[in-house]
């Protein structure tokens, strides 16, 4: 058994040393006391939603020389999902002996739980030299919102639910199947490329033949129109008209231009004097007005070459086995040599 001294019967060195360790066990005690108070922890709010983030804020006052550890967001904070952690600096405050410091995080959770009230409590270590000291946070309730409201009629408290017998089809918007589309067209495609690799040269000389046959026939529409309409009135401008789209065609025909060049021009290309007279008829009748009974004839005849013409250029064309060879005249001779028209008699 301890027996406390007589303060009275000491002497006065001794009472002093008796008070200050007296001083210093209160102040100890009451460090010791300021230290255990636990941590807060509190929603943000009163009640949640199912889906929708809520808060919940944790502060932690302790002493500066103490090292603290806030609960494991993976484990400690369950049945919730932890979405963001936000912390905030330690701030100290106060002189000794009431120094006090500060930690705080605010946790955005959610929740999956159809429990109308729910409870968390997490845990903060405080580590120490030998081991942790775990101080749990007090409880704090939260309450789930629900969107079905309760039926006035029902007096249990338990919201009833009646399914309905009829309902109406709702019409829901299609929505275009992408994949699909990307499947057709590499499939269209592949397909297509087969087909060229087998039939390109057969299909492009087809397709050759048949515009060659298309400009002919234009030509030979427009080329007859203008002989039928041919009198003494119109003789001028009808010839300047045919001579024009003469030229055109038959340059078109033979990959050369035949616009630019005179009746001279041209008759040093075409060694056929029947060609040559016919254009110095049309000179006669654009240049001078003079309308005869040839008139008619020298275009017929014009007419007729650029038929005999047409008709060469496509036989060449149906005996060309290479597409490279068909785009041009396919009469391998110069360009002089290849305006040797025959012309009918």
């Known amino acids: 058994m301890v027996r406390c001294p007589n303060l009275l019967t000491l002497k006065p060195r001794y009472v002093l040393i008796f008070v200050v360790r007296i001083l210093s066990l209160i102040c100890l005690l009451s460090l010791s006391l300021r230290a255990q108070v636990p941590p807060v922890g509190r929603f943000l709010t009163d009640s949640i939603q199912i889906g929708r983030p809520f808060q919940y804020a944790l502060v932690y006052r302790h002493q500066p020389t103490e090292e603290v550890l806030f609960p494991d967001t993976a484990i400690h904070f369950a049945p919730y999902q932890v979405r963001q952690v936000t912390t ?9 002996p009431d120094i ?11 929740s999956f739980e159809t429990t109308s009230a729910q409870v968390l409590q997490v845990p903060i270590r405080i580590v120490r030299d030998a081991d942790c000291t775990l101080i749990m946070t007090q409880p704090d309730t939260i309450f789930l919102r629900t969107s079905i409201a309760a039926n006035a009629a029902d007096t249990t408290g338990v919201a009833s639910t009646t399914l309905a017998t009829h309902t109406e089809l709702i019409q829901l918007r299609q929505q275009f ?54 009198n003494a009135e119109t003789a001028t401008t009808t010839t300047s008209q045919a001579i024009v789209i003469w030229k055109e065609y038959l ?7 035949f616009a630019s060049l005179t009746t001279t021009e041209i008759a040093e290309r075409i060694a056929d004097e029947r060609v040559v007279d016919a254009l110095r008829e049309a000179d006669r009748v654009i240049y001078g007005g003079a ?22 250029q496509r036989a060449a ?29």
Do not use: C
């Open 88 to 96: 905030f600096p330690t701030t100290t405050t106060g002189t000794l």
């Open 100 to 110: 006090i410091s500060r930690d705080s995080a605010v946790y955005t959770l959610i």
């Open 177 to 230: 199947n992408y994949p699909i589309l990307v499947a057709v067209v590499t499939g269209l495609s592949m397909l297509l490329g087969l087909l060229y690799l087998l039939f390109g040269r057969w299909i492009s000389r087809k397709i050759r033949l048949y515009q060659l046959y298309l400009r002919h026939m234009r030509f030979q529409r427009n080329y007859n129109q203008l002989i039928r309409t041919l």
């Open 251 to 257: 340059g078109r025909l033979e990959g050369q231009s």
């Open 291 to 312: 309308f005869s009974v040839q008139s008619q004839p020298a275009l017929r005849l014009l007419r007729d070459v650029a038929t005999q013409t047409y008709r060469r």
């Open 317 to 345: 064309l149906l005996a060309s086995t290479s597409s490279k060879h068909s785009d041009g005249p396919t009469d391998s001779s110069s360009p002089t040599a290849s305006t040797q028209l025959s012309v009918p008699s």
